[in-house]
């Protein structure tokens, strides 16, 4: 009797501890403007700019992570038991690789597009640097040191590099270049085995983890694993090497004295996912027989028994941060450094230099900012380090629960998603529709606030309005005669990753890691755009998918330079070759919208206007105040009447009664939001689209993806156009096929800069040959003060929409 009283109380004392922790995950739980929440395990500190590597020194005494975002990077060396931040020193350039020696009085950091390795001596606790070990000379030389490996007996370090695909040998007593071997692909990391006469290294951009040879120096062999392998974890006995594949939601599990892969261990939250899940961390526990796995997209950590070799068992799952890119397990405590930190946040007060004293409602103290001068979004969320005690089974549990409250995505909704019966937008995919054509339209970086920010029927802040209705007349009708959407946001931060998302409902791993560096001005270039493989969605973009399921397209100026298509699919079939390239600001937009009725004309003659059309306006992005260029209102002003035109002669043609048109932005970094800064403009325009509506459904770049796709008939492309909402709330089933009219501008699109300035001669320095080239904080100031004056003030920035709660430290 006594013993069911106290199994009893057992059970009651269980079940409160549970409720306890569930009740402190829903306390801190944030959603983000991607669908997406976090509710964040554990405790926290904070880190840098985009957190990318966590090392652990031999002792376990010391930690230190590698912040490699847009803005200040840094290393900090932080103290695992007291859990707290020893030093920090700021780092010109830096990219991922981090490494202790052996007896833990040194650090050494991979310097990035400097192209060489900083060697730190740890002295009381803080970081001295002491050398420089050398590979090349900097950027443009294209070397960009990633992923090192020390041999501590043999004073060798292995360095692998991301730009011209080697493995470089260093003699660490004389700093000299022993070897240097071509590994074939883009290098991400690499281990030793513990003999060291093998060195294990993953081939980011080769789908292998290579064999090295220490001895022979040379590659004796691969290993095929899948999309993207990244990190690699290799047990202490060296029998097992683990390997992220982050654009296959997996780890493969590899025998190495086998040399085969013996499993592959699903980390995404559902089995058999699309794409999204973005593995790219691995632990394994003190006693290895548990792997923690960080996926980056789904922002949480998966965690297997591997104590039963070729028999590995899933645990469940532990939330975390936003964007998680390493983990760490010592003793019984993980580490997590999520690259994007806990929120997002509004940006009011940028694009303009932002006064120290200046507070925010939304985060309840200072907003992350960028060289503490602009509120610029590549550098807006900071990262934060969870710090989570090895859970319980029962601590678990709730854990899952959690990560599976958080995760918009379900299994079941890639093929029937949220609808209205009788709506246009099918919510089943294969159903049929009455719309037949798409026309998807793709600007340049403007947020709500600075175009619509004056219509008063929406959540706008007319003091941040910059490019309004005096300028933007019919995109401000169309708005109002059609659909308002001002909840709408791309998933994006800027352009490099802008693209991929806006075509693919995605960016991989390499593209989210690898941008920042360019957009820092540190070396680099934009890979995204399709331009190189590594960076390209594996199952392709929403052309690749059109091709699988016989749907027709053609695409003027995206992912296409004139004739030429960045991607396979896109062939001369499928490329409009009379309209300018995807860059080319020499031309106007409206020059460009006359190349796309030309060609529209001639399809719709011969009746073969194809299912989906993507269309590039980019001349909103503006060229600055270089004299003798477009004036930003100007640039602006053109892109318009472009996107005016297009409606309008769309809205008269024989299709128009089939035809819906989707108009958004890449990403919306050039500008303020008192809302948020992913916050951006969207527009809908069909006969099917609802009349004077205002639609305030929060809806994201991968929303209008899903929409596109399921007018088409098609599957979705990721976990992330598959979890979003559907804009069918945006749409009747009633059509009104009353056509369009378009308003003339009132500005001169020919007016050029005349007014020589400090702004001006800024902008002379400019480089508009390429996509985002330039440093856009900069840019962004330019446009503000040069065009509302050096005097000009920002209102007091407003709540964010995003934080359901507070924002404070995450601890328990």
Known sequence: MKRIYFLGFLF??????????????????????????????????????????????????????????????????????????????????????????????????????????????????????????????????????????????????????????????????????????????EGYTCVLSPEGNMLYISLWGGKKVAFFDTKLRKITGHIDVSFNPNELILTRDGKTLYVANSQDNSVSVIDVSAQKVTEVLDAAIYPNSPIGSTTNGLALSSDEKTLFIANADNNCLSVFNVGLKGKSVSKGFIPVGWYPTNVRVIKNKIFVSNGKGFSSFANPLGPQPVRADVKSESHKGELPQANNRLQYIGSLMKGTMSIIDVPSAADLEVYSKSVYKNT???????????????????????????IKYVFYVIKENRTYDQVFGDIKEGNGDSTLTLFGEKYTPNQHKLAREYVLLDNFYVDAEVSADGHNWSLGAYATDFLEK???????????????????????????????????????????????????????????????STFTGYYDQTVKDIDRFEQWKSDF???????????????????????????????????????????????????????????AIFILEDDAQNGPDHVDAHRSIAMVISPYAKRKYHDDTMYSTSGMLRTMELILGLPPMTQYDAAAMPMFRSFTNTPDNTPYKSLPSSIDLNETNKIVSKWSKISDGFNFAEVDKNDDRLFNEVLWKGLK?????????????FLKLEQKKMND
């Open 601 to 659: 004309d001639g399809l719709i003659a011969k009746n073969v206007v194809p299912q989906l059309s993507t269309i590039r306006l980019g001349a909103d992005h503006t060229q600055g105040l270089g004299v003798g260029k477009p004036t930003p209102y100007a640039c602006v002003a053109d892109n318009d009447l472009a996107v005016g035109k297009l409606v309008e002669h769309i809205s008269n043609s024989s299709i128009w009664a089939q035809s």
């Open 12 to 185: 009651l004392a269980f079940n409160s501890n549970a409720q306890n922790l569930a009740s402190k995950l829903e306390e801190k739980t944030i959603q983000l403007p991607n669908g997406w929440s976090l509710s964040p395990a554990g405790r926290s500190l904070e880190l840098g700019d985009l957190p990318l590597n966590i090392t652990v020194s031999r002792s376990e005494k010391l930690m230190a992570v590698s912040n490699n975002g847009q803005s200040i990077q840094t290393i900090q060396l932080i103290d695992p038991k007291s859990e707290t931040v020893l030093d920090k020193v700021e780092i010109p350039k830096s990219f991922y690789g981090l490494k202790f020696s052996g007896d833990d009085k040194f650090l050494f950091a991979s310097g990035g597009n400097d192209n060489w390795i900083l060697k730190y001596e740890i002295v009381n606790s803080k970081l001295q640097i002491r050398d420089t070990i050398k590979l090349g000379k900097p950027w443009p030389e294209k070397i960009s040191p990633v992923g090192i490996e020390i041999d501590d007996k043999t004073n060798i370090m292995y360095v692998v590099t991301k730009e011209n695909n080697s493995l470089y040998l260093v003699d660490l007593r004389d700093n000299k270049i022993l070897h240097k071997e071509n590994i074939g692909f």
């Open 408 to 434: 918009p995505y379900k299994k079941d909704k890639e093929l029937i998603t949220d609808g209205e019966k009788g709506n246009p937008i099918p919510s089943k995919v294969g159903d049929p529709s009455p």
């Open 514 to 576: 690898t941008w920042p560096t360019s957009y820092g001005r540190r070396g680099g270039q934009n890979d995204g755009l399709g331009r190189r493989t590594v960076a390209n969605n594996k199952d392709g973009f929403i052309w690749d998918m059109c091709k699988r399921h016989g749907v027709t397209f053609r695409t003027y100026g995206v992912f296409a330079d004139g004739s030429k298509g960045n991607i396979p699919v896109l062939d001369a079939e499928h490329v409009c």
């Open 789 to 801: 004056g050096d005097d000009s003030e920002m209102p007091a920035p407003r709540r964010s929409a």
